[in-house]
């Protein structure tokens, strides 16, 4: 039995005060006299009494097991699997392909996030910062209602003291469509920058990353990097030039992230671009920029990070995520809830319940806004690598679906259901769906918000989660449900349609859905209270 028998594999080994120990797969149950036997094929012929011990690990996957070689000068064939020195790389072809089981579920994962910057008044130094990084000309990218407000004209103020050459670019769509895309790619196109600035929320972050790309890569077309299963998926690898985002929201998180979003008008649904190549290479978390926001822009943006704390924390955990990328240029943007993401997330969580219904109800309530940016900027950071999950992935038709409801305090020329409100809507739901899985999270995401868990029942918590939001936004005057937006039991079947599309974060779902289990969370949804 040579080492090119299938039935074992050497998966890792360590050196220890002069002996080996070899970690091995087996595919199935064996006898330790078959181990023996191949484990002999690790030694020099003239020292096959060198293995000293077989057994299996106390805290391990049934089919791994343990050899001990006493002599580490007795086995060169086992130092040369794991070794490409020049003095071992004329043996390492005696290891076949198949000697190591190649994983299903992914065993890492990697964050990612824009450099921050914070503090009142921070927007008046970005002039200097553009100086500092040489640039020519500048695209400032934001929509016509904030090129009127203080946060435009402090950027623009800025640029101007410092001699930065800029042109701007004022006609972005509020929840931006493909077409909106580009019509700024085309600009950025045009104007040969070799900067950009995007002063506003998600929707023109999103679509100044989106013009960023598509002019540093001329020759692509627009599906290229759109996400699959609508777009090519193609991995993003061409330079970008330098974004700085200035986030006039407190919610949406895109200064910290790869992610760009927009509605699909072909399909009626919402798709996006994800790449840690989008994410901008600062983020400038300014909180005088909030205080100019109306209450529903507030509460709506604050129902955005709320379930981006959520969905992340509450996410399928990295390790169980598949597949397992063959390298690491293909791990996704949204990996699964990790040891890191998680504390962001909770913190995030945290400043939510203590400063949203503040920052909605006191417009002059600087510490609430305050906070709120920076839990928007805390919540993106967690789940711009963690990902986020049916919240967001049922939200995207229920945007790109809409009839005829327009958002208070949205001053837009068209059908609207703002971001954080089409993904709040069905959070009650969700959380009492997904918390068979990981329940303790779930109910320590109540406690956080609220809920009085002392006597709680673990199998109860999706229950008391959902219920703990439910209350939570009454108190805030939240739509009744779908309905309010327009929506009836006819309109499950679409739904579902434009949520099956989604599958970048609906995976991530820590239970497994079918579209039945969608058409019940949709038709739950549709009354909230």
Sequence with gaps: MGLKEK?????SLTIFYGSIIVYVFSQKEFQETTLLEWGKNLCNPQQQGCITKIGKPTTSHPFISVILIKDISSAPIILSMGCRCPSHSHTYSQVPEHA???PTTDYAFEMAISNIRYGEGVTKEIGMDLQNMGARKVCVV???NLCKLPPVKMVLNSLAKNGINFQMYDNVRVEPTDQSFIDAISFAKKGGFDAYIAVGGGSVIDTCKAANLYASSP????LDYVNAPIGKGKTVTVPLKPLIAVPTTAGTGSETTGVAIFDYKELKVKTGIASRALKPTLGMIDPLHTLSMPERVVANTGFDVLCHALESYTALPYKMRSPCPSNPINRPVYQ?????????????????AKYLKRAIRDSEDHEARANMHLASGFAGIGFGNAGVH??????????????NYKAKDYNVDHSLVPHGLSVVLTSPAVFAFTAQMHPERHLEAAEILGADIRTARIKDAGLILADTLRKFLFDLN?????????????????LVKGTLPQER??????????EEDLAALFEASMKMY
């Design 336 to 352: 699964g809830s990790n040891p890191i993401s998680d504390v962001w997330a909770l913190h995030a969580l945290r400043i939510v």
């Design 7 to 11: 039935k074992f594999a050497v998966s």
């Design 478 to 494: 939240v739509d009744d449900g779908l309905t309010a937006l327009g929506y009836s039991k006819a309109d499950i079947p679409a």
């Design 219 to 222: 020759e692509s077309e627009f």
């Design 100 to 102: 190591v089981l190649e």
């Design 390 to 403: 049916l919240c967001h992935g049922m939200s995207y038709p229920i945007s790109g679906l809409v009839k």
């Design 505 to 514: 974060v609906t995976k991530l779902s820590p239970r497994p859905q079918t």
């Design 142 to 144: 934001t929509d016509k």
